[in-house]
């Protein structure tokens, strides 16, 4: 499988100034926003280190939850059904469907069934599948996946979205005022609900001991695919259960807060059993998640709730764009997510940071993100996965600065080499860091010269 | 071996040192305004009652579709959610609200439809202040939430902000939310 160049591909998103702007702008608004939340809020950091230590609580005894889980939603009349990978995933929701004889699919916004690559797998066998979240509509009409896992097409401008929605869905190509396009969906939308054979949604929480589960949304999209197909399909990875009812006050009080700046979705729905007659179907996936569990340094990832914060803080993720990833998880939480999947593929994500922190810092489950990332960098040199060019340099920079007259002797070089030097010796290939800056200029003497004559 | 069992086992085989359970707080200590918050959620609360407001509002509301009886509507609740779809104003009472969020809390016992808090072009909530709890840690500890099939807190109407963050109100379910101050 071919590894992702996250700086070559995120080259392409560079190319585009607005774009770049725009989108640095607007996941920079979401952090403003969040921070304000934050806050306003006495109890805040408590709040995290509840949240932080419910699901390590949780993942410390899955096994338990689990069949809690299972036990409940039974006795409540939900239906079950485990699933080991994407696969089986997948086969589950197109039996459930062959049971009902559902064609078309209404689905809201998971990101699970992304990663399963659910919606190709039903789309090949005559299943007509509509994503209702505008965000994941236009980029399924755009046949792009996510860039953002709140905000799907963060990377859009409107001008992009009316080309679209022109092309597909027979909107006025010279109107691209956001209201327009968005009411066009809603009209475009609305009657799939009244026809579909089937709604589906994900969870965001799955609550042990009462059985239920929630989906926090804004748009009312999940209720109305939830709420009018006589069938409901949940996907619900293993990782999302809570124990109980009172631990949701902790996380949906924070998720949208971090999310988006806003102290609740719009709509919080609990689903605990189906409605007379109708069903309501959750498949539980593992899908790497049990694996992931036993991963010394690497679990805590499995406390994310998905709110997007790190995405929206992180310098390189603002500048590159999600799609550059090329992973269903992108950011800081796909950096060191997406590895667990496939080291090889993604071994390029894991430096696709700074190392900066802001990450963890505004992380509400507490996750030690750079930190985990940096523990990557450190497994991906060991299995030898580094691309030769920075193998070569991390080789050659540790033997510089593991000796005190090789480093002098590389900073009076330095010196000497950036003023004397021309312009395409100093800018070749191999400086990743000067293609698109400036080198900043050398001091006249370093440090130590200062030292020695003035102590 | 089933995949049930095949999961339960490898999570029970991987699963990291215990870590003990923490007892949630209630965090009483900031109070907080219902109206406050409901507004900024693009919500709106009112005093006063409930069909003189929905007459003045919704002049040409053709079909109200009411699930109280504090308000008559102009046609009987439907079978078949689909059949909603036409509604211009739905009307129901919550059993709280919540003055964090500025959320009111519904389930099939207030809707006997749950599409009909998503498919009507507007819903207005009847809402006794009384029942107003101070935050989501009490809203969790309400009973109601164990005996609801679904429970929805609805706060504000459906919104979205997916393109280029220009928050759009009425985004595929309810254009408008009220929420009718109403003993």
Known sequence: ?455 | MSSRDQILARVRRNQPAAVALPEVPLFDGVVHDFQVNLARMGGEYVQGDPTAFIRARFPDAAVICSTTPDVCGNRPLPDDPAALEDVDVGVVRARFGVAETGSVWLSEAELKLNALGFLPQHLVVLLDPKTIVPNLHHAYRHPAFREARYAVLMTGPSATADIEGVLVRGAQGIRSLTVVACR
């Open chain 1, 1 to 455: 499988m071919k590894r992702v160049d996250h700086a070559e591909a995120s080259s392409h998103f560079i190319k585009s100034k607005a774009h770049v702007e725009f989108h640095d702008k607007r996941l920079w608004d979401l952090r403003g926003k969040r921070d304000r939340e934050a806050e306003a809020i006495p109890e805040w950091e408590e709040l995290r280190a509840l949240a932080s230590a419910i699901k390590e609580h949780t993942l410390s005894h899955l096994g338990d939850y689990l069949e809690q889980f299972d036990r409940n939603a039974t006795a409540n009349g939900m239906q079950v059904h485990w699933a080991r990978d994407a696969a089986e995933h997948n086969q589950i929701v197109h039996d459930v469907l062959g049971s009902f004889g559902a064609r078309v699919l209404v689905k809201s916004k998971s990101m699970l069934t992304d990663e399963c690559e659910m919606r190709p797998f039903l789309e090949n066998r005559g299943i007509e599948v509509i994503e209702t979240d505008l965000g994941e509509r236009i980029q399924q009409l755009d046949d792009e996946p996510p860039s953002h896992i709140v905000v799907p097409a963060v990377h859009k401008l409107r001008g992009d979205v009316a080309e679209v929605f022109s092309r597909t869905i027979g909107t006025d190509p010279k109107k691209s005022d956001v209201p327009y396009l968005a009411e066009s969906q809603r009209r475009h939308t609305r009657p799939y609900y009244l026809k579909a054979g089937a709604g589906m949604t994900g969870a965001n929480f799955a609550v042990a001991e009462t059985g239920s589960f929630v989906v926090c949304t804004n748009e009312g999209n999940a209720d109305l695919s939830a709420n009018l197909p006589r069938l409901h399909i949940a996907s619900i990875g293993i990782e999302k259960l809570i124990p109980r009812l009172e631990d949701l006050g902790v996380f949906v009080r924070m998720l949208s807060r971090s999310a988006l700046g806003s102290p609740i979705t719009q709509i919080t729905s609990h689903f605990r059993a189906p409605r007379p007659g109708s069903e309501l179907h959750v498949v539980l996936v593992d899908n790497g998640r049990s694996e992931r569990l036993g991963m010394e340094g690497f679990w805590p990832s499995l406390k994310c709730i998905r709110c997007g914060a790190c995405m929206n803080t992180c310098p390189v993720y603002r500048r590159s764009g999600g799609l550059s990833y090329g992973a269903t998880y992108s950011g800081p939480i796909g950096v060191i997510i997406d590895p667990t999947f496939n080291l090889r593929k993604y071994s390029a994500l894991p430096f696709a940071s700074t190392l900066n922190g802001s990450c963890t810092s505004v992380c509400p489950v507490k996750i030690d993100i750079h930190e985990q990332i940096y523990r990557w960098r450190k497994v991906i040199a060991e299995r030898n996965q580094l691309p030769m060019v920075k193998k070569e340099a991390m080789r050659i920079a540790g033997r510089v600065l593991s000796s005190p007259r090789l480093y002098r002797l590389a900073v009076k070089a330095a010196q000497a080499g950036l003023d004397y030097l021309p312009r395409s010796m100093i800018y070749n290939p191999l400086n990743a860091w000067g293609k698109q800056r400036e080198l900043p200029k050398a001091p006249k003497g370093s440090f130590r010269d200062w030292y020695l004559k003035n102590r």
